[in-house]
């Protein structure tokens, strides 16, 4: 049932009095997962509930269900730290749930989780020092109150409910079907079809090489090209020191090292030498396809990483294309006709499915209303505090991860940050820490939430208007640099000055220590 049926139909009858926890985690995904061990290690005396609108954990790796869907960064990295991974560097949206899934029952995260529960609200009292949480549980259409002292946004940044799909002329002529693959449907019969797929990034090249073999034929229609990294998914380091019996925590501690370093140097020489880094990228797609093809269809006309960059594992997408089984149009939609799509070229693609494999709608923090003492927040007015808090909004941290290194290294690192910031408002006494620009900060020209110069996805760039602002100091903007961010994070002094504490007490309503398991 869809959550406008469920908003629509009469409301059951409210879930009683709030139920208070220390904290309130929202999001049951990769870093809410990791967000509710570390809360269990390292501040075992706090009560916390973690709440997903979904009806299990995984968050993307559930609600994907395109063929072929995998990671684009390696595991070693996109692992937690604290679980060896034991799979190929690059796995399968199954063997994640899995990891995570492990994740949960060796730490006995279950009890601790509560699925279908959507937040429709998020209020900050001052007069309370608390948040208030109103949910609704799309099973029953009941509706909830939880209160608590400190809110962790660990939701991701996808909308789950719709991928972005631009309107192109004549879009309703078509007589096939229009596919999005984030809302993939069961019934989709793509064998022996001609498919066209519209889009050129890691979702294309996971997709096309999942039914190429099954399709009549399969086109990746690309306005520009995107960067890839081919390389073949494994890693003899970690086969290796497995040969030699070597226990997993060890490999996996390694293997994750070196990777980091690995990409450490890339990310420099991206930046330091961009055309060494575009070079040797370009060298990767040409020995599977050629240099002919490679500049044709394959050289991006923007720097390396100024875009995420995929692994493509065993190079499978430009197999499929050197053996005939797909090809690439580098073009641009007229429009859309009864049978396929007209390219401003005047070239026809005939199709009997179109998947529009053309990016994703970016949800900030949730898309949750929120407000600060009856006020709305419109984070966009916020300055962001090394891309985690927000000037003006109490008790709260964002887990936002990395572009150019693996997301859940900074699920790892801000887990930390926030252990420690709560133990330290317990030892201070304090119920409430904001954030606040400092003197020295007055003044400070204040921009987008990043540099469309550094990095310019284009669901980023639509998303600018509803993120906070940066300002010109490194601890006012996400740095996005996980190599920085390590050494930097653990070391914050959290009485400086930006940091602004409240003694009086939090005013708590019904204290639940213990949950039931998850439904």
């Known amino acids: 049932m869809s959550d406008a049926a469920i908003l629509d139909r009469p409301a059951a009858k409210s879930g009683g009095a709030p139920q208070h926890f220390d904290v309130v985690i929202v999001g049951a995904g990769i870093s809410g997962v990791g967000a509710a061990y570390h809360l269990t290690q390292q501040c075992p005396d706090k009560t916390f509930v973690a709440l997903d609108a ?21 595991l070693y990295t996109f692992g937690y730290r604290f679980k060896p991974w034991v799979g190929p560097p690059i796995a399968t949206a199954e063997e994640i749930l899995t990891y995570m899934g492990q994740v949960i029952e060796e730490n006995d995260l279950a009890r601790h989780i509560r699925y279908r529960h959507k937040i ?17 549980r799309t099973d029953t259409g009941e509706h909830l109150t939880f209160t608590c002292n400190f809110l962790w946004m660990c939701q991701g940044y996808y909308r789950h409910a719709e991928g972005y799909t631009p309107e192109w002329p004549g879009m309703a002529d078509f007589k096939g079907r229009i596919v999005h693959p984030q809302t993939w449907p069961e019934d989709l019969d793509y064998k022996g079809k001609k498919v066209v797929l519209i889009g050129s990034g890691a979702t294309a090249a996971t997709l096309i090489p999942a039914i190429a073999d099954d399709v009549a034929h399969i086109t990746m229609l690309q306005r520009s090209p995107t960067y890839f990294a081919p390389g073949r998914n494994v890693d003899d380091m970690a086969d290796q020191l497995r040969d030699l019996e070597i226990p997993e925590e060890w490999i996996h501690e390694i293997v994750r090292r070196q990777r980091l370093k690995l990409g450490e140097l890339f990310t420099k020489m991206a930046f330091e030498q961009p055309e060494a880094a575009k070079q040797q990228l370009l060298a990767g797609v040409s020995a599977y396809v050629g240099p002919e093809v490679t500049a044709q269809h394959f050289t991006p006309r923007y720097l390396p990483w100024r875009q995420r960059i995929a692994f493509v594992p065993d190079g499978d997408i430009f197999q499929k294309v050197k053996e005939g089984k797909a090809s690439v149009v580098t073009d641009e939609i007229e429009r859309f006709t009864e049978t396929g799509i007209l390219l401003k070229s005047g070239q026809v693609l005939e199709a009997d499915i179109i998947i529009t494999a053309t990016g994703f709608n970016m949800a900030v923090l949730g898309d949750i209303p929120f407000e600060v003492d009856g006020e709305p927040v419109d984070f966009h007015q916020t300055v962001t505090y090394r891309g985690m808090m927000f000037t003006g909004v109490p008790n709260m941290v964002w887990i936002f991860g990395y572009f150019r290194a693996s997301w859940t290294l900074r699920v790892d690192i801000v887990a930390d940050f926030v252990c420690r910031l709560l133990k330290h408002m317990d030892a201070k006494g304090a119920a409430k820490v904001e954030v606040a620009l400092r003197p020295e900060d007055q003044g400070m020209a204040l921009h987008d939430w990043i540099d469309p110069a550094n990095f310019n996805p284009n669901y980023l760039m639509r998303a600018l208007p509803r ?6 100091k490194p601890e006012w903007q996400h740095t996005q640099d996980y190599w920085r961010e390590r050494n930097e994070l653990p070391t914050v002094d959290l009485d400086g000055s930006e940091f602004v504490y409240d003694r009086s007490p939090a005013v708590a309503t019904k204290r639940v220590a213990v949950l039931e398991p998850a439904e």
């Not at 429709?120 to 609704?136: C, D, R, Y």
């Not at 993120?467 to 010109?472: D, S, V």
């Open 467 to 472: 993120l906070p602002l940066r300002g010109e």
């Open 120 to 136: 429709l609200k998020a209020a900050w009292s001052s007069a309370a020092n608390l948040w208030t949480v109103e949910v609704l």
């Open 54 to 74: 979904l009806e299990s954990f995984g968050g993307t790796w559930l609600t994907h269900k395109y063929p072929g869907i995998r990671s684009d960064s390696d």
